[in-house]
Every structure is written in structure tokens, then in C-alpha cells.
């Protein structure tokens, strides 16, 4: 089958004007960083020198955490067991 040169041509000239046209350059100003105006207070805020900074401090219960991470894993394979389980009786690998 023929193309039609007219459709041809037309998406020619669509690509050359789309490649041509240029995007207009943005008049914002560039945003600055603004840490630098706030490193005072951001420094009143870190533990003092030497001092042991755990990301997790706190009386955490060792059998919640540990029920809620088991939980959270189980959670997890049992979504992506399921899941697999589900495509390989849809496509008929397993019966």
C-alpha cells in the first residue's frame, strides 16, 4: 500500500515546524538557597559535641517493635505472594 504524499507531506512539514519553534525562555529569577540564613538556629538544635545521637531514642518496647516489624514484613511477602499467585492462574501456568 501507497502512503498518501499528502499525509506525507503534512506530517513533514509538522515535524520541521515543531523543530523549528523554540520554547521562550523563563523570566523567573533563580531561587536561592536559603540554608545558609538559617544555620543559626538549625545549629541550637544538634546535641552537643560527643553526645551519642541515635536516630530511634526513646523507651521503645522490644516486643512492639519487633511484633510491628514482623508484621509489617509479613505484610509485605504475603502482597507480593498473592500477587504472583494470582498472574500464574490468570495466564494459566498453574492450574
Do not use: C
Not at 13 to 19: C, D, G, L, M
Not at 21 to 29: D, F, G, I, K, L
Amino acid at each position: 500500500v501507497r502512503p498518501n504524499s499528502t499525509t506525507m507531506i503534512s506530517a513533514v512539514r509538522t515535524s520541521a515546524v515543531r523543530a523549528a519553534t523554540r520554547r521562550p525562555m523563563s523570566t523567573a529569577t533563580p531561587k536561592m538557597h536559603k540554608a545558609k540564613d538559617t544555620w543559626g538556629e538549625l545549629s541550637k538544635t544538634r546535641p552537643p559535641p560527643g553526645h551519642d545521637h541515635t536516630v530511634f531514642e526513646g523507651p521503645y518496647s522490644t516486643p512492639v517493635i519487633a511484633a510491628f516489624t514482623i508484621g509489617i514484613l509479613s505484610t509485605g511477602y504475603g502482597m507480593m505472594y498473592f500477587g504472583m499467585r494470582h498472574q500464574q492462574y490468570k495466564q494459566g501456568y498453574w492450574k
